[in-house]
Nanobody, 124 residues
Framework: QVQLVESGGGLVQAGGSLRLSCAASGRTFSSYAMGWFRQAPGKEREFVAAVSWSGSNTYYADSVKGRFTISRDNAKNTVYLQMNSLKPEDTAVYYC?????????????????WGQGTQVTVSS
């Protein structure tokens, strides 16, 4: 069982930055790949980024590549999403999720555990 709690969301102007954190409970955190997803009002939940259990491999949606960076600290049971050059279209609730296997990182069904989400609002 893994419990996930996101933090770090807020209101920021276009071009600004935010860093999201996702704190995980449980001793098995380091055995999970971790992902970030987002969901805007009236839209499907979409993949943003993922990181392998070791942190050595990262994956990004084309829409955030070059602007967002995912990382993890297994000693702190935490995964991060550094978001730079934010755009109004990045506005959404951001969720972190734990993936017990490898592959299919952009598929929501591959993730077993989800946090409650944190709101990110980017004003123009």
């Amino acid at each position: 069982q893994v419990q996930l709690v996101e933090s770090g969301g807020g209101l920021v102007q276009a071009g600004g930055s935010l860093r999201l954190s996702c704190a995980a409970s449980g001793r098995t955190f380091s055995s999970y790949a971790m992902g970030w997803f987002r969901q805007a009002p009236g839209k499907e939940r979409e993949f943003v980024a993922a990181v392998s259990w070791s942190g050595s491999n990262t994956y990004y949606a084309d829409s955030v590549k070059g602007r967002f960076t995912i990382s993890r600290d297994n000693a702190k049971n935490t995964v991060y999403l550094q978001m730079n050059s934010l755009k109004p279209e990045d506005t959404a609730v951001y969720y972190c999720a734990a993936h017990p296997r490898s592959g299919a990182y952009s598929n929501t069904h591959a993730y077993d555990y989800w946090g409650q989400g944190t709101q990110v609002t980017v004003s123009s």
